[in-house]
């Protein structure tokens, strides 16, 4: 017998009652039919089960468009657009929330920093920011954005100008070798990888606070200037390059040449930070930044070193359950830091488990006080179904990854001790505000925001709301093939610390 899966969107205006519209009545795929109809059936009864419990809680919020809540509207701020982080949200977004939520002083904390957006953001308020960040890159841009705004002098950038405008690296004869990993290897023409080992080498002879801003200006190029083009799980290879191809036929378009590109982006970066006449005085030390400070490594073994009750608010983005390895879609700019295969390794398992390469971690013994973040997911009913369907898709051969349960189980668990960890450190009657997307796998939606907002009030928070943007997102082209189309909710979780 077909089973009718309603698919729905919980729309709450601020000023109106809750009311449930359905957007899909889709009929799944006949594998998915006669694989497991009673998993499916639990699944969907728990699912809109979960979304009743919280049906005064989720709201639409028409003004959160997905430019918002996504790199697009930093293309045009200062600074943020010379680096495109594309999983980073825009700073827009993050002085919004501070406006809304009343956050004007304090500390802020994001424990997932990635390019340093909120901390960044929070800081030209006036407050003080701290973030963890584990990838080498966005360590990169955030220390950058902290000489930026606190070190670089008005010679420093006269510096910078002679770069743009004389080409010193053109009339040197010392090469800094750029490492090459096995993803990397062959990643530029000759005459480009030649041009860049130059710069390399003639950005030693600088003091410390120009050898970053022409570093961050050539991680800002290479893949402009690349074969390669970042795209969602790994590197997409252009067909000129001498890179296995894949099944179609590749054209990223015009490839820069190296003089010309990084010579735009020094001039980008230098009309982002020039000074005006009245802003002159002020150029050495803006007095009305906050402190930015940031630590180097997983949240998952810092944040158990804080002291308890430390911040006024976490505004963060974890990554998402989606499969995407930032190890290999920034690794041209990892190898240009000097991150060798091992450390790359190394680096994917200790991020937040959402690759399928992410072996399972063992909780309690980084932290024996995960205990009661670990026993709360064991309890969450609909997670512990999903993960039960997809153990029997994976015994009958039906996952296209067998890594995708340990994933989605690691994602889960470990985010469970993110939460619990942010709780203890924060101040009470505190907000956490955080940004994520709902995924989909094996014909199962999985509601990420459902789940992990009932994973923090059972851990002691209370959900004062899931703001849902209009706009969600579509599942992938391989998913709507097999079980047709559904858009999936992208959206950000509104969670108070009790009193």
Known sequence: MAIALFYDIIINLDTYP?????????????????????????????????????SEQLFLKS?????????????????????????AFSASLVEYLLKKYNINQGNILDPFAGSGTTLCAANSQGINAE???????????????????????????????????????????????????R??????PEETKASIEKYRGALLQENEQVKSLLRFALLCVLEEVSYTRKDGQYLRWDYRSNH???????????????????????????????????????????????????????????????????????????PYCNRYDYTRTYALELALLGVPEKELVQLRQQMLSCTVENKAKDLLKINPDWKTAINVTDNQDLLQ??????????????????????????????????????????????????VNDNVRYAGISISVDLILSKIAEDLGFSVENILVLPNGKGNSSQQMGLHGREALRKCIYIWRKAK
């Not at 420093?156 to 770069?163: A, G, V």
């Not at 993803?183 to 530029?188: D, L, N």
């Not at 970066?269 to 005085?281: F, G």
């Not at 898709?393 to 001790?417: D, P, S, W």
């Open 183 to 188: 993803i990397t290897k062959g990643a530029y």
């Open 385 to 434: 179904s999903i993960l039960n369907y997809l153990e029997e898709q994976k015994a009958q051969g039906l996952l296209n990854n067998n890594g995708i349960t340990r994933m989605i189980r690691g994602y889960f668990y470990e985010m469970a001790c993110v939460i619990q960890e942010c709780g203890r450190v924060m101040k009470p009657d505190t907000y956490l505000i955080m």
């Open 131 to 181: 973030g963890i960040e584990l990838l080498p890159i966005g360590q990169e841009i955030i220390n950058t954005r902290k000489i930026i705004d606190y070190d670089l002098s008005l010679e420093d950038l006269t510096r910078i100008q002679y770069w743009k405008d004389q080409k010193p690296w053109l009339k040197t004869k010392e090469l800094d070798p750029l490492l090459e990993l």
């Open 18 to 54: 809750v009311t449930n519209k359905p957007v899909f009545l889709e009929q799944p795929s006949q594998n998915c039919i006669d694989s497991q109809p009673s998993s499916l059936d639990k699944i969907t009864g728990l699912d809109n089960q979960l979304k009743q419990y919280f």
């Open 63 to 87: 003004e959160l468009n997905r430019t918002l809540v996504s790199f697009q509207a930093n293309k045009t701020k200062a600074l943020y657009r010379c680096f495109k982080y594309k999983e």
């Open 244 to 318: 296995q191809q894949g099944k179609t036929h590749f054209n990223k378009g015009e490839i820069l040449n190296f003089e010309k590109a990084i010579i735009n982006k020094l001039d980008e970066i230098i009309q982002d930070i020039q000074p005006t006449s009245q802003q002159l005085e002020l150029f050495s030390r803006n007095s009305n930044k906050g402190n930015l400070k940031l630590y180097n490594g997983s949240c998952l073994d810092i944040l158990p070193s804080f002291p308890e009750n430390i911040y006024d608010a976490v505004i963060t983005s974890p």
